[in-house]
Protein backbone atom coordinates (compact mmCIF):
# COMPACT_ATOMS: atom_id res chain seq x y z
CA UNK A 1 0.00 0.00 0.00
CA UNK A 2 1.07 3.51 -0.62
CA UNK A 3 1.50 5.81 1.97
CA UNK A 4 3.09 5.59 5.38
CA UNK A 5 2.57 2.13 7.68
CA UNK A 6 3.49 1.47 11.16
CA UNK A 7 3.74 -1.33 12.62
CA UNK A 8 2.89 -2.90 14.99
CA UNK A 9 0.01 -1.03 15.78
CA UNK A 10 -0.53 -2.56 19.44
CA UNK A 11 2.26 -3.67 21.48
CA UNK A 12 2.55 -4.63 25.44
CA UNK A 13 5.98 -4.92 26.90
CA UNK A 14 7.34 -5.24 30.38
CA UNK A 15 9.71 -2.56 31.76
CA UNK A 16 13.21 -3.45 30.93
CA UNK A 17 12.43 -5.13 27.52
CA UNK A 18 14.08 -3.43 24.21
CA UNK A 19 11.16 -2.60 21.59
CA UNK A 20 11.34 -1.94 17.97
CA UNK A 21 8.61 0.10 16.19
CA UNK A 22 8.66 0.40 12.51
CA UNK A 23 8.08 2.81 10.09
CA UNK A 24 8.47 2.72 6.42
CA UNK A 25 7.14 4.86 3.48
CA UNK A 26 6.44 4.76 -0.12
CA UNK A 27 6.72 8.15 -1.13
CA UNK A 28 10.57 8.66 -0.93
CA UNK A 29 10.27 11.48 0.85
CA UNK A 30 14.04 12.51 2.27
CA UNK A 31 12.76 13.45 5.93
CA UNK A 32 11.48 11.27 8.47
CA UNK A 33 10.28 11.67 12.32
CA UNK A 34 9.08 9.97 15.33
CA UNK A 35 6.17 11.38 17.60
CA UNK A 36 4.97 10.76 21.04
CA UNK A 37 1.35 12.04 21.99
CA UNK A 38 0.54 12.35 25.52
CA UNK A 39 -2.43 13.57 27.47
CA UNK A 40 -1.37 17.39 28.22
CA UNK A 41 1.58 17.28 26.18
CA UNK A 42 0.04 16.76 22.68
CA UNK A 43 2.83 15.80 19.66
CA UNK A 44 6.35 15.86 21.27
CA UNK A 45 9.10 14.81 18.58
CA UNK A 46 11.34 12.02 19.66
CA UNK A 47 14.16 11.90 16.80
CA UNK A 48 14.33 12.80 13.00
CA UNK A 49 16.04 12.05 9.71
CA UNK A 50 17.02 14.15 6.84
CA UNK A 51 18.33 11.19 4.63
CA UNK A 52 19.34 7.78 4.82
CA UNK A 53 22.42 7.34 7.96
CA UNK A 54 21.01 10.99 9.08
CA UNK A 55 19.51 11.42 12.34
CA UNK A 56 18.83 14.08 14.87
CA UNK A 57 17.67 14.48 18.26
CA UNK A 58 14.14 15.85 18.59
CA UNK A 59 12.20 17.43 22.06
CA UNK A 60 12.48 13.96 23.70
CA UNK A 61 15.12 11.56 22.82
CA UNK A 62 16.37 9.63 26.15
CA UNK A 63 15.81 5.88 26.02
CA UNK A 64 15.18 6.12 22.33
CA UNK A 65 17.43 4.49 19.61
CA UNK A 66 17.09 5.11 15.50
CA UNK A 67 18.09 4.39 12.80
CA UNK A 68 17.79 4.92 8.91
CA UNK A 69 19.53 2.56 6.65
CA UNK A 70 17.06 3.11 3.75
CA UNK A 71 15.28 5.70 2.70
CA UNK A 72 11.91 4.36 3.11
CA UNK A 73 12.54 3.08 6.63
CA UNK A 74 13.13 4.94 10.23
CA UNK A 75 12.79 1.85 12.75
CA UNK A 76 12.36 3.27 16.89
CA UNK A 77 14.20 1.21 19.49
CA UNK A 78 13.41 1.51 23.13
CA UNK A 79 16.52 -0.17 24.41
CA UNK A 80 15.07 -0.77 28.09
CA UNK A 81 11.49 0.28 28.03
CA UNK A 82 9.78 2.36 31.17
CA UNK A 83 6.64 2.49 32.14
CA UNK A 84 6.99 6.16 31.29
CA UNK A 85 7.46 4.92 27.51
CA UNK A 86 3.81 4.14 27.68
CA UNK A 87 2.34 6.11 24.70
CA UNK A 88 1.14 6.35 21.20
CA UNK A 89 4.13 6.49 18.84
CA UNK A 90 3.21 8.50 15.22
CA UNK A 91 5.81 8.24 12.54
CA UNK A 92 5.66 11.01 10.01
CA UNK A 93 7.61 12.10 6.71
CA UNK A 94 7.92 15.23 4.39
CA UNK A 95 9.72 16.02 1.15
CA UNK A 96 10.43 19.22 2.17
CA UNK A 97 12.77 20.90 4.37
CA UNK A 98 12.40 24.13 6.11
CA UNK A 99 9.27 26.29 6.61
CA UNK A 100 6.94 24.90 3.95
CA UNK A 101 7.03 21.70 5.95
CA UNK A 102 3.46 19.53 5.82
CA UNK A 103 4.04 16.22 7.11
CA UNK A 104 2.33 12.68 6.74
CA UNK A 105 1.36 10.75 9.74
CA UNK A 106 1.11 7.34 10.08
CA UNK A 107 -1.60 5.80 12.53
CA UNK A 108 0.30 5.12 15.18
CA UNK A 109 1.70 2.42 17.19
CA UNK A 110 0.17 2.13 20.98
CA UNK A 111 2.86 0.89 23.39
CA UNK A 112 1.82 -0.01 26.23
CA UNK A 113 4.77 -0.98 29.08
CA UNK A 114 4.02 -2.94 32.26
CA UNK B 1 8.74 26.88 27.65
CA UNK B 2 5.74 26.05 25.28
CA UNK B 3 6.04 28.00 21.81
CA UNK B 4 2.84 26.82 20.32
CA UNK B 5 -0.32 27.58 22.96
CA UNK B 6 -3.59 26.06 22.59
CA UNK B 7 -5.12 27.06 25.61
CA UNK B 8 -9.14 25.89 25.14
CA UNK B 9 -8.61 21.81 25.33
CA UNK B 10 -12.00 21.64 24.26
CA UNK B 11 -14.50 23.08 22.11
CA UNK B 12 -18.39 22.29 21.77
CA UNK B 13 -20.45 23.76 19.04
CA UNK B 14 -23.70 22.59 17.67
CA UNK B 15 -24.04 21.52 13.67
CA UNK B 16 -24.20 24.00 10.96
CA UNK B 17 -22.78 26.69 13.37
CA UNK B 18 -18.92 28.20 13.34
CA UNK B 19 -16.43 26.31 15.13
CA UNK B 20 -13.21 29.29 15.80
CA UNK B 21 -10.04 26.80 17.04
CA UNK B 22 -7.24 29.04 18.41
CA UNK B 23 -3.43 29.26 18.85
CA UNK B 24 -1.19 31.58 20.27
CA UNK B 25 2.58 31.14 19.60
CA UNK B 26 5.75 32.98 21.23
CA UNK B 27 8.01 33.28 18.86
CA UNK B 28 8.22 35.55 16.16
CA UNK B 29 10.49 34.42 14.07
CA UNK B 30 8.10 31.34 12.95
CA UNK B 31 6.94 31.62 8.98
CA UNK B 32 4.96 28.87 8.74
CA UNK B 33 1.63 27.72 10.55
CA UNK B 34 -0.58 24.47 9.74
CA UNK B 35 -3.45 22.84 11.18
CA UNK B 36 -3.56 19.28 11.44
CA UNK B 37 -6.69 17.09 12.65
CA UNK B 38 -6.60 14.03 14.64
CA UNK B 39 -9.65 11.33 14.70
CA UNK B 40 -9.21 8.89 17.25
CA UNK B 41 -6.89 5.82 16.58
CA UNK B 42 -5.60 7.38 13.60
CA UNK B 43 -2.68 9.64 12.66
CA UNK B 44 -2.87 13.29 12.48
CA UNK B 45 -3.85 14.54 8.71
CA UNK B 46 -2.75 18.26 7.49
CA UNK B 47 -5.94 20.34 7.03
CA UNK B 48 -4.29 23.60 6.05
CA UNK B 49 -1.79 26.17 6.46
CA UNK B 50 -0.88 29.67 5.84
CA UNK B 51 2.68 31.32 5.23
CA UNK B 52 3.42 34.58 7.40
CA UNK B 53 3.37 36.73 4.22
CA UNK B 54 -0.65 36.04 4.33
CA UNK B 55 -3.29 36.59 6.51
CA UNK B 56 -5.87 34.71 5.36
CA UNK B 57 -5.99 31.32 3.44
CA UNK B 58 -9.08 29.37 2.69
CA UNK B 59 -9.95 25.90 1.47
CA UNK B 60 -13.03 25.12 1.26
CA UNK B 61 -15.17 25.19 4.87
CA UNK B 62 -12.01 25.74 6.42
CA UNK B 63 -10.30 29.34 6.96
CA UNK B 64 -7.27 30.07 8.84
CA UNK B 65 -6.74 33.62 9.86
CA UNK B 66 -3.24 35.00 10.98
CA UNK B 67 -2.85 38.10 13.32
CA UNK B 68 1.30 38.41 13.43
CA UNK B 69 1.21 41.52 15.52
CA UNK B 70 -0.87 39.45 18.28
CA UNK B 71 1.22 36.16 17.65
CA UNK B 72 -2.21 34.64 16.83
CA UNK B 73 -3.47 32.13 14.55
CA UNK B 74 -7.00 30.54 14.24
CA UNK B 75 -9.24 27.91 12.02
CA UNK B 76 -12.62 28.57 11.26
CA UNK B 77 -14.88 26.36 10.48
CA UNK B 78 -18.20 27.08 8.71
CA UNK B 79 -20.47 25.28 8.72
CA UNK B 80 -19.42 22.23 11.08
CA UNK B 81 -20.56 19.37 10.54
CA UNK B 82 -20.42 16.19 12.88
CA UNK B 83 -17.90 14.61 10.81
CA UNK B 84 -15.23 17.86 12.09
CA UNK B 85 -15.36 15.71 15.45
CA UNK B 86 -11.64 15.18 16.05
CA UNK B 87 -8.62 16.94 17.69
CA UNK B 88 -6.93 19.87 15.91
CA UNK B 89 -3.43 20.05 16.25
CA UNK B 90 -1.72 23.78 15.66
CA UNK B 91 1.78 23.73 14.76
CA UNK B 92 4.56 26.29 13.54
CA UNK B 93 8.01 26.10 11.66
CA UNK B 94 11.16 28.32 11.06
CA UNK B 95 13.67 27.08 9.11
CA UNK B 96 15.81 24.92 9.42
CA UNK B 97 14.11 23.63 12.86
CA UNK B 98 11.46 21.23 13.04
CA UNK B 99 7.57 21.96 13.73
CA UNK B 100 6.25 22.63 16.81
CA UNK B 101 2.59 21.35 17.74
CA UNK B 102 0.44 23.05 20.64
CA UNK B 103 -1.50 20.28 23.28
CA UNK B 104 -4.66 20.27 20.63
CA UNK B 105 -7.96 21.37 21.29
CA UNK B 106 -10.92 18.15 21.28
CA UNK B 107 -13.48 19.60 18.96
CA UNK B 108 -17.25 18.37 19.41
CA UNK B 109 -19.95 19.18 16.81
CA UNK B 110 -23.60 17.81 18.30
CA UNK B 111 -26.18 17.26 15.82
Known amino acids: DAGITQSPRYKITETGRQVTLMCHQTWSHSYMFWYRQDLGHGLRLIYY???????DKGEVPDGYVVSRSKTENFPLTLESATRSQTSVYFC?????????????FGPGTRLLVL | DQQVKQNSPSLSVQEGRISILNCDYTNSMFDYFLWYKKYPAEGPTFLIS?????DKNEDGRFTVFLNKSAKHLSLHIVPSQPGDSAVYFC??????????FGKGTKLTVNP
Open chain 1, 49 to 55: SAAADIT
Open chain 1, 92 to 104: ASSSVAGSQETQY
Open chain 2, 50 to 54: ISSIK
Open chain 2, 91 to 100: AASRYPEKLV
